[in-house]
């Protein structure tokens, strides 16, 4: 049986939806029977090959101009794309800095917090994504299949959704399995 294939990356993200991916623990081992995951950011190949996968996973909401490029490419290179926890979802907590202007959140990240050395500014290499005017979920950015919501979402609705893909179905999460906290 041809397997699954899947890629999956992190944007504006704490890496905690990709720890509990992992917490799936010894599930994996069947799962990877089906699947082979070809990029994430936790192996060395972290961009989604060109020709392409079926399923692709963001976690993280988009804050910068390199945020917004890996989305775009995982979206365009992924049959169907899976926004994974709350950031991806809704913007979670990256969408508080929202609530502020973009120099103004700058100057506080950088120049302004309690512990910052005087004479300390924003920095402003070409190599550094641009922060955007605001934070956004994935689905403002591109279009988005699969909702999977969470602050980690459980290792066992992660299962279930990756499941369900391996066996052909668009996940539709049980009660049990949805939450938001
Ligand atoms: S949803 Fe929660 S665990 Fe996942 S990246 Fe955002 S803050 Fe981290």
Redesign the pocket.
Known sequence: MQKVTIATD?LE?????HM?LLDVDERLFDLLKAVEFTSSPITDLKVPPEAGVDVGIL??AIGNSHQEEVARTMRERSRILVAL????VFG???VLRNLFARDAVLARGYMETESTDPGSRVPDSEELGALTDRAYPVNQVVDVDVYLP???PSADAIHFVLSELVEGRIPVLPDELLHYD
């Open positions: 992190w993200s704490c890496a905690g939806c509990s976690s993280g926890g709350d950031c991806a979670g907590v990256c969470g602050c980690p």
